[in-house]
């Protein structure tokens, strides 16, 4: 088993990666946040997948279970989705040491923690990601919430988890386009961490793509690392950590504007790392080299390197209520070379269009 440990003021926890870990979960749940009841949450995809192994080895441990099954997928990551997941805690009498456990992706996640974080003004959360960008990203680090029409993300909180149970063999199920949407989060640790990492997944793009067990789980583990790594740094994002938005000023106008669910989140990650390098490159901060090394592993893996966007006055309107935006000003994210970050909100109008242009089909 690999074992990564956040260590935290308030709040330190392990994120344990092992094949069949799911099986397991009872007795680690109970050893990291016991207590009578739990909620496990799930959406209705991954729930009937994996939801009764989990609740059989929740109930071996000792739990009493209550369920609370979403539809599936960004689209329903809204306030009606929060609502439902309050009625049922309050339904099944949930008490403020009762975990609440994320079984999902990203989506799951996000909402189980923002539940979890408010219901009762806070109750236990674990993580049990089945997405690989759920792995490697969202179910580390604290950041829960969900998105309104104006925006992603818009309404949240930090409430980290008290442990996350990474079992990789879920990813066999996961579809391929899905797949691609980790991966693109992988690249971005990449890009602003670990060079190194940039070398290996180009090397080993096959062997990941595959799901091979070795090279799966060894590039859970390093991504976890560097994830676990900016949080420690800076847990609340008053530095470093905005570093984990590299490309996301751009996919969030995308995803927003093309409509939540349309271009998947990892997906509009891809382009929008692409956008946000081409505009450093205008903006003289840093080398074409770059772009050309990121748009060919992007291109090895298989994504998408352009799509069909609207009118950029859209784009740039919908990048205005990003939560990045600090008086007005876009705050961009912008590499300066592989595992070198600037974070600059003086970035003239023609480089930002220079970005949406190089990713506009046609
Ligand atoms: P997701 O949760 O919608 O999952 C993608 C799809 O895969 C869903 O339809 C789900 O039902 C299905 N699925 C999940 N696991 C499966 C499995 N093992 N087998 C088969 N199907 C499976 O999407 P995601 O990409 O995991 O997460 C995206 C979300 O994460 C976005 O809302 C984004 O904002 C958020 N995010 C949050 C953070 C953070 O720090 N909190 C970081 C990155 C992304
Ligand atoms: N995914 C961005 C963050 O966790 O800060």
Excluded at 58 to 65: C, M, N, P, R, T
Excluded at 270 to 299: F, I, K, N, P, Q
Excluded at 317 to 338: G, T
Aim: proline fraction near 4%; charge should be negative.
């Amino acid at each position: 088993m690999a074992s990564v440990h956040i260590e935290l003021p308030q709040n330190s926890y392990a994120i344990h990666i092992e094949a069949g870990l799911l099986g397991l979960a009872g007795e680690r749940v109970r050893g990291g946040a016991p207590h009578a009841r739990c909620a496990l949450v799930s959406d209705q995809t991954v729930s009937a997948l994996y939801a009764q192994p989990t609740t059989a080895s929740l109930e071996q441990a000792g739990f009493q279970v209550s369920r609370v099954d979403l539809d599936s997928g960004e689209s329903n990551k809204n306030a009606a989705s929060i609502e439902r997941l309050y009625r049922g805690f309050l339904e099944d009498r949930l008490e403020r040491s009762s975990p609440v456990i994320a079984l999902g992706g990203g989506v799951v996640g996000d909402m189980a923690g923002f539940a979890a974080a408010t219901y009762r003004r806070g109750v236990p959360f674990v993580q049990c990601p089945t997405t690989l960008l759920a792995m490697v990203d969202s179910s580390v680090g604290g950041k829960t919430g969900f998105n309104v029409p104006e925006g992603k993300n818009l309404i949240g909180a930090f409430h980290q988890p008290a442990l996350v149970l990474i079992d990789p063999t879920v990813l066999r199920t996961l579809p391929d386009r899905e797949l691609l949407c980790g991966i693109a989060e992988c690249v971005k640790h990449a890009v602003i961490r670990e060079p190194e990492l940039f070398e290996w997944m180009k090397k080993n793009a096959q062997s990941i793509l595959e799901l091979d067990d070795a090279v799966i789980v060894e590039l859970i583990e390093r991504n976890v690392s560097i994830k676990a790594q900016v949080v420690m740094e800076d847990e609340k994002e008053h530095g470093v950590r905005a570093h984990l938005n590299f490309g996301h000023t751009f996919a969030h106008a995308i995803e927003a504007t093309a409509g939540y669910g349309k271009v998947l989140h990892g997906e509009a990650v891809a382009l929008g790392m692409l956008a946000a390098t081409r505009a450093s490159v205008e903006a003289g901060l840093c080398d074409v080299a770059l772009l050309d090394s990121l748009e060919r592993l992007l291109d090895t893996f298989g994504f998408e390197t352009a799509c069909a966007l609207p009118d950029d006055v859209i784009l740039e309107k919908a990048m205005r209520h990003d939560k990045k935006v600090i008086d007005d000003r876009v705050r961009l994210i912008l590499p300066e070379a592989l595992g070198r970050i600037t974070i600059r909100d003086d970035l003239s109008p023609s480089c930002i269009r220079a970005g949406w242009n190089h990713i506009r089909q046609g």
